[in-house]
């Protein structure tokens, strides 16, 4: 990929809005419904900001509730790039944004209660990109291409285009929401939620996606954003502290992520999602525990 074909296909994707995503519960099921409504119509779900308090309430866990991220998922996509087929104007409607506001609150809360309690080791996320370069299989690099295309932000999106065409997966954004755990959605929520992160302050898709496009055949694309074992990198010793907890809370999502992938992969499982986006691709499939039994037959 030429500079300037991916310069454009970066530019191509930060311009093109999202699928709609199926619906991961009733508070997802009701925020599509909503949108996908006519601006103006008399509203097709009635007290929606009180079905998603009641949500957050009963939530036994926002980190882990697919329902919830999803639904945020949403509407941080409608102030961003948009969502296909639906209305710019819902990103500017009320309840909408006392929806979102008390859903990132109840993230944000979950995320300072996570803090003091570390849940995965602080060099996962190294130890994932170390897989990525030396032991995955080729359908596992291209499992993490396609999870990395809906984490994605900032000066990320090239690297993470060039991956998924050399990957031979779809370009699309949003095309593998449904395909990713709900560790992702946590990850990708909170990213937006506290902004783009500083060069050092992503160790994911810092050094993982670099040892994935090396893999790919498409080089270091990425590898700016390295990182040491305990995620602060360079870029710590300049971090100030008001910049330290965003820091740590997207390090936090992030190790997640890494540890749940790594998690399947050393089973021979898959770290996708049962659903018709990855049964039906051509690429993705069941070829990762596929390619394990070929593996062990040897």
Same mark, same amino acid.
């Given at each position: 990929?030429?500079?300037?074909?991916?310069?454009?296909?970066?530019?191509? @994707?930060?311009?093109?809005?999202?699928?709609?995503?199926?619906? +991961?519960?009733?508070?997802?099921?009701? $925020?599509?419904?909503?949108?996908?409504?006519?601006?103006?119509?008399?509203?097709?779900?009635?007290?929606?900001?009180?079905?998603?308090?009641?949500? /957050?309430?009963?939530?036994?866990?926002?980190?882990?509730?697919?329902d919830l991220l999803l639904g945020?998922?949403?509407?941080?996509?409608?102030?961003?790039?948009?969502?296909?087929?639906?209305?710019?104007?819902?990103?500017?409607?009320?309840?909408?944004?006392?929806?979102?506001?008390? $859903?990132?609150?109840?993230?944000?809360?979950?995320?300072?209660?996570?803090?003091?309690?570390?849940?995965?080791?602080?060099?996962?996320p190294v130890r994932l990109a170390? !897989?990525?370069?030396?032991?995955?299989?080729?359908?596992?690099?291209?499992?993490?291409?396609?999870?990395?295309?809906? !984490?994605? #932000?900032?000066? #990320?999106?090239?690297?993470?285009?060039?991956?998924?065409?050399?990957?031979?997966?779809?370009?699309?954004p949003g095309h593998y929401v449904?395909?990713?755990?709900?560790?992702?959605?946590?990850? +990708?929520?909170?990213?937006?939620?506290?902004?783009?992160?500083?060069?050092?302050?992503?160790?994911?898709?810092?050094?993982? @996606?670099?040892?994935?496009?090396?893999?790919?055949? /498409?080089?270091?694309? =990425?590898?700016?954003?390295?990182?040491?074992?305990?995620?602060? =990198?360079?870029?710590?010793?300049?971090?100030?502290?008001?910049?330290?907890?965003?820091?740590?809370?997207?390090?936090?999502?992030?190790? $997640?992520?890494?540890?749940?992938?790594?998690?399947?992969? /050393?089973? +021979?499982?898959?770290?996708? +999602?049962?659903?018709?986006?990855?049964?039906?691709?051509?690429?993705?499939?069941?070829?990762?525990?596929?390619?394990?039994?070929?593996?062990?037959? #040897?």
């Amino acid at each position: 990929m030429t500079p300037r074909t991916a310069s454009a296909s970066a530019a191509r @994707l930060q311009r093109e809005p999202m699928a709609i995503p199926t619906p +991961r519960g009733p508070v997802s099921a009701a $925020i599509v419904a909503v949108v996908t409504g006519p601006i103006g119509a008399p509203p097709i779900v009635s007290s929606l900001d009180a079905q998603v308090e009641r949500a /957050v309430v009963n939530s036994r866990d926002v980190l882990t509730d697919g329902d919830l991220l999803l639904g945020l998922f949403c509407l941080h996509a409608l102030r961003g790039d948009g969502i296909r087929g639906v209305d710019a104007r819902w990103a500017d409607d009320a309840v909408l944004a006392t929806v979102r506001r008390t $859903i990132e609150a109840a993230l944000l809360e979950a995320l300072d209660d996570r803090r003091s309690v570390p849940l995965v080791a602080a060099d996962v996320p190294v130890r994932l990109a170390g !897989y990525l370069a030396h032991e995955a299989t080729d359908p596992e690099v291209r499992e993490f291409a396609a999870i990395a295309s809906v !984490y994605a #932000h900032g000066d #990320h999106a090239t690297a993470v285009d060039a991956a998924l065409t050399a990957a031979g997966l779809e370009l699309a954004p949003g095309h593998y929401v449904d395909a990713v755990d709900v560790r992702v959605l946590a990850a +990708r929520t909170t990213a937006t939620m506290l902004g783009t992160a500083a060069p050092g302050s992503s160790p994911l898709l810092g050094e993982a @996606l670099a040892a994935a496009a090396e893999r790919l055949g /498409v080089g270091r694309l =990425g590898a700016h954003v390295g990182t040491d074992a305990d995620g602060g =990198g360079r870029a710590g010793a300049s971090r100030s502290s008001g910049e330290r907890p965003r820091a740590e809370a997207l390090r936090l999502v992030e190790g $997640i992520v890494a540890e749940h992938a790594l998690d399947c992969w /050393v089973h +021979r499982e898959s770290a996708l +999602r049962a659903c018709d986006i990855v049964e039906t691709d051509p690429v993705l499939g069941s070829a990762p525990v596929e390619a394990r039994e070929l593996e062990g037959a #040897h």
